[in-house]
């Protein structure tokens, strides 16, 4: 729930389930509900605020000379680490400054997790496998978004398809060799016998 700083939030607009409110006294959930009111809207300012922050670099970053930019980001004349900011130009610059995503969603989500979100490949459908995820109160961690926005994609590599074909087509032939191997061995076999038999009747006519 994104709410403005002058809107009024209807208290019994505030969903509490039965298993929250077992128990309490009237006074305790509505206490709950006003906290849950204040709780979201400290969350959509904190997503405002990445939002800010991201754009303020990004702007920083395409004024300066990369070698002034990454002077700037050593510096430490901003209150977060260089690959935090880092993750959050990349995020914004790819995807984030022309999205219109709820703020408290972007309170979810690491500068790390926004970034990834961003890479090469990713679609608008995928990203909102990660809003869902966050929407549905799942556990989400950098390895989630990973999984999310780029899933079990296997890239087709045509060298070992045609190396596996390659392997079964030796292996037939490995067969079909070994096959006439055996076939031979059995002639021989039989030709070897058919010598010994007469060989014991000349000696039995000796």
Sequence with gaps: METSPTEVVDLASIPLSSEVTKGLVPAQVEYVKESVIEINEE???????????????SDI???????NWRAFLKSGSIN???????????AYTNWLGGSDIE????ASLTPRSLALMGSKGVTDKERQKVFEAVGNGERITEA???????G???????STQRTESEKIKSLKEKVET?????SNLRDENKKLSKLLSNREKIESLV
């Design 43 to 57: 969350l959509s300012c904190v997503g405002q605020s990445l939002r800010a922050v991201a754009a303020n670099l």
């Design 61 to 67: 970053k395409s004024n300066i000379k990369p070698g």
């Design 80 to 90: 977060c680490s260089e690959r935090f900011a880092i993750d959050l130009v990349s």
């Design 103 to 106: 703020d408290n969603l972007i």
């Design 144 to 150: 989630t978004v990973r999984g999310l926005v780029k």
């Design 152 to 158: 079990n994609k296997k890239k087709t590599n045509k």
């Design 178 to 182: 070994y096959k006439k191997i055996i």
